[in-house]
């Protein structure tokens, strides 16, 4: 074994899918003693991510296939237990948090810019990646520990609800890193396409940046419910002649939607110099018409998630504006059930799992 890998480690409890059919259930894994740069957190809640479905089932097996048994969670947020002897940042009894990534080579050209998830050595993702301490794959946060380098570990401000916040560690950055990078604030009118898990943090961070948000939705009973989270307008983008008064008129469009829908439909919303960013994950390519794109010159663009200084700006910006997840807490055992929900939007708008129920 290469000198690199850690020998000892302490067990955990964790719930694990066993194969792409089997059920989430009880599992017990190894987590590494913290070596002089680690934090070794207790895990308190763990938001549950439409990424761990994905995963859990092996459908992203032609990009990222799925090592079995895998255990999901990158929405974490815990409590500090101890600390190796090299680290600065962190102390027992923090409230931290860990995102999408535990790792990267923090030496190349992105990772000293703050662009970790695009690390060119290639990121750690924080479950079912090669693990390069262990020399196994990582293991999230459907468990009730874990052991992460300091430099990946985050301040959860004290004022947020630690359960609420939970998702803020994917959802939460994923649409707000698009915003900020483009520029989103006051002046702007920006559309949010999309009321799930992703829109709807879309809709408070546009709302909290000062932009004029537009919320598009196929569901006229998510109308008053746009508008609860800071839609300045909720539009129905079945209605062709709502989405006509529209046209020409934005400068930015965040497209949290993952199922198959008609971007040029959006695409023809922009104004000129326009930007729409796609955070959804579609399964299928989308056509894009290429005229749309060229009278206007308007781009079509993605985003991932941002880099730990950004995560933690965004977590910053959260506490500073009492912002977090609409949530609906679950036990563990319950997860199966929430998948089956998931599937069918039946979730207003994240669940997450309260660890605690892991010792029951």
């Given at each position: 074994m290469k000198e690199r890998f850690i020998l000892m480690s302490t067990s955990a409890?964790?719930?694990?899918?066993?194969?792409?059919?089997?059920?989430?259930?009880?599992?017990?894994?190894?987590?590494?003693?913290?070596?002089?740069?680690?934090?070794?957190?207790?895990?308190?809640?763990?938001?549950?991510?439409?990424?761990?479905?994905?995963?859990?089932r092996d459908e992203w097996k032609s990009v990222m296939p799925t090592v079995y048994p895998v255990i999901p969670g990158h929405e974490i947020v815990g409590r500090v237990t101890s600390v190796g002897s090299a680290v600065t940042k962190f102390r027992q009894g923090d409230l931290v948090a860990v995102g999408c990534m535990v790792d990267s080579c923090q030496h190349c050209k992105n990772c000293s810019r703050g662009l970790e998830v695009f690390c060119e050595k290639g990121v750690t993702l924080t479950y079912n990646s090669p693990d390069k301490h262990t020399g196994g794959i990582t293991y999230g946060g459907y468990s009730d520990s874990i052991v992460v380098d300091q430099a990946f570990v985050l301040t959860v401000p004290a004022n947020l609800d630690p359960a609420a916040a939970?998702?803020?560690?994917?959802?939460?950055?994923?649409?707000?890193?698009?915003?900020?990078?483009?520029?989103?604030?006051?002046?702007?009118?920006?559309?949010?396409?999309?009321?799930?898990?992703?829109?709807?943090?879309?809709?408070?961070?546009?709302?909290?940046?000062?932009?004029?948000?537009?919320?598009?939705?196929?569901?006229?009973?998510?109308?008053?419910?746009?508008?609860r989270l800071g839609a300045d307008e909720v539009v129905l983008s079945k209605d062709a002649d709502a989405m006509a008064k529209h046209a020409g008129s934005f400068d930015f469009i965040l497209d949290c939607v993952s199922a198959n829908h008609d971007i040029n439909a959006y695409i023809q919303l922009l104004g000129v110099d326009g930007t729409i960013c796609l955070v959804g994950a579609p399964e299928e390519p989308l056509p894009v018409g290429a005229f749309g794109l060229i009278f206007?010159?308007?781009?079509?663009?993605?985003?991932?998630?941002?880099?730990?200084?950004?995560?933690?700006e965004m977590l910053d910006f959260c506490g500073k504006h009492n912002i977090t997840s609409d949530v609906e807490i679950i036990p563990i055992q319950k997860v199966n059930e929430a998948y089956d929900r998931l599937l069918k939007s039946d979730v207003k708008y994240r669940f997450v799992i309260d660890m605690a129920s892991l010792q029951q």
């Open positions: 409890k964790s719930f694990a899918a066993q194969s792409a059919t089997a059920p989430l259930a009880p599992h017990t894994i190894e987590r590494r003693t913290p070596t002089a740069t680690d934090v070794a957190m207790e895990i308190l809640f763990c938001g549950v991510c439409h990424s761990d479905l994905h995963t859990v939970a998702p803020l560690l994917c959802a939460g950055i994923t649409t707000y890193s698009p915003l900020h990078h483009w520029n989103v604030g006051p002046g702007k009118k920006v559309g949010i396409v999309g009321l799930g898990g992703l829109g709807h943090m879309g809709v408070k961070f546009a709302h909290a940046l000062g932009a004029h948000t537009v919320l598009f939705t196929t569901s006229a009973n998510k109308v008053e419910d746009g508008k206007g010159r308007k781009s079509f663009a993605g985003s991932a998630i941002g880099g730990i200084a950004e995560t933690q």
